[in-house]
Nanobody, 124 residues
Framework: QVQLVESGGGLVQPGGSLRLSCSASRSIVSIYAMGWYRQAPGKQRELVATITSGGSTNYADSVKGRFTISRDNAKKMVYLQMNSLKPEDTAVYYC??????????????????WGQGTLVTVSS
């Protein structure tokens, strides 16, 4: 069952903007940190940005000043506002939940979760 669902990807021209959203299922009780990772063709998956439940953020150097991660704990959602997009940003973007406390059937435990990914293509 899908526990993290991304949305908002698509095709955008260089210099444009996109806003990605990730929602967590109700089976998740809490999440210590949520983040966005991306994987471009021919490259390994890399960190884009993370945010803790307390609001502490970290960004990859390549996106600092252009991307902003935010979180709504009440709604169990995390967002990634991407501005000044470059062709190099083209990738599948994945939502991540670190130290998620959730039920797997009757069992409660901590897990790391990943969404299915949403494709962002920056091209003219």
């Amino acid at each position: 069952q899908v526990q993290l669902v991304e949305s908002g990807g698509g095709l955008v021209q260089p210099g444009g903007s996109l806003r990605l959203s990730c929602s967590a299922s109700r089976s998740i009780v809490s999440i210590y940190a949520m983040g966005w990772y991306r994987q471009a063709p021919g490259k390994q998956r890399e960190l884009v940005a993370t945010i803790t439940s307390g609001g502490s953020t970290n960004y990859a150097d390549s996106v600092k000043g252009r991307f902003t991660i935010s979180r709504d704990n009440a709604k169990k959602m995390v967002y990634l506002q991407m501005n000044s997009l470059k062709p190099e940003d083209t990738a599948v973007y994945y939502c991540n939940a670190d130290r998620a406390l959730l039920y797997s059937g009757p069992t409660l435990g901590y897990r790391e979760l990943w969404g299915q990914g949403t494709l962002v293509t920056v091209s003219s």
